[in-house]
């Protein structure tokens, strides 16, 4: 069967021998249960379905393969809708009544301001692919730990681009009016400035505002020689694209890895409207003229292409999502336990841990686990079974 809504590979630490460990026989038999924290619905569900692909995936065949030390992984998913007071009510649910032992999300950063403080506070392990530099604090929330870049990381990838590979000196910044793309405008539209740069136009649209003319009319009037755009709704990044090309305005679109879904190429006008656009990418997902991933990408999508939908969604998400679950999965199967310090201890320790997204490095004084070595630009219009392009500019 074709997967399409859930959907992996095994890390290589995930394909260890199970170790059996003197624990009671409750423990030994108790499901690990997961709480995946999910926006599967709504205008910023783009990632999540992609990420619960990776997430099912790597569930099935864990538990296929005789689960971690014979107990089966359970996933406790509850759908946000992207909405932060629904993320609040799940994650207090997950914590106080589903008794989860780790949670995976949310998705969104603006979920994840609301419900990283509950989940510290009630020391669950947390991993999550928010961007939003203020969800990781170590002092704060020694319990969260990102596995996906940083504003931080995201923004100095794509001002470098702009600025010394594009050349362009005058930037228009919108994002949506999430906390998200609130957050974002700010920390680019910084980054840009710190390169001696102009930020001629900031702003933020509502995701789904219908007709979105008079922003980008302000923003050419502006004199902006590129935009820089942070938001996952593929209808609003659509609608963008649509209205470039209605104006006659072709300057480089620049921004956020959801330009390049493939709900983005069914909803743009022409193919021609998703030309000249360029997304943050990642070494592990983007492909040179040769056409070809990294050797243990390339066998993962080789393997699984044919099961899971690459062509509507982007591999780092479904590879992000496989990385989380076999992280938690070894966690448990290592430490032989459940127990939150014991998991949390376990990924403070992980140096180079080999993921298929990236490799991750974690401390108990840096838990942002991505190198900035692992961002780079890719071409948004190049999907190849969720993969991109290197954007010109990249060996």
Known sequence: MRITRRGFTLGAASLAASTTLARPALAQSEPIRVGWLAALTGPSSAPAIGFDRGVHYATDAINAAGGVNGRQIELVVRDTQG???????????????????????????????ATTPIMARAGVPNVH???????????????????????????????????????????????????YGTTTVKSSSAAFEARDSEVVYAGTIEQTQPDVTSDMLRMKNAGAEAIAIWTVSPGLISRILNTRANLDWDVPVIGHPAMG????????????????AYILGFRNTSYGDDGKLPDHVQAFVDKIKSEIDL????????????????IIADAVRETGTTDPKDIIGYWNAQADYPGLFASYTFSPDQHNGLSPEDLVMSEANSQKYGAYKLAPGYE
């Not at 009510?89 to 995976?104: C, G, Y």
């Not at 870049?149 to 470098?160: F, H, K, L, R, Y």
């Not at 879904?261 to 000249?276: A, C, I, T, Y």
């Not at 062509?311 to 076999?326: A, E, F, K």
């Open 261 to 276: 879904s493939g709900e983005v190429g069914r909803l743009v006008d022409k193919p021609e409207n998703w030309s000249n």
């Open 311 to 326: 062509d509507d969604t982007t591999l780092w998400w479904i590879l992000d999502g496989v990385d989380s679950i076999n």
């Open 129 to 179: 692919p928010c961007f939003v530099d203020a969800l990781i604090d170590t002092k704060r929330y020694p319990n969260a730990f990102r596995m996906a870049p940083s504003n931080t990381q995201i923004d100095n990838a794509v001002g470098d681009y702009g600025v010394k590979i594009l050349g362009k000196k005058k930037f228009a910044v919108i994002g949506d009016t999430t906390g």
């Open 83 to 113: 909405d932060p007071t629904k993320a609040v009510n799940a994650a207090q649910e997950m914590i106080s009544r589903a008794r989860v032992h780790a949670i995976w999300g949310p998705t969104n950063s603006g979920e994840s301001l």
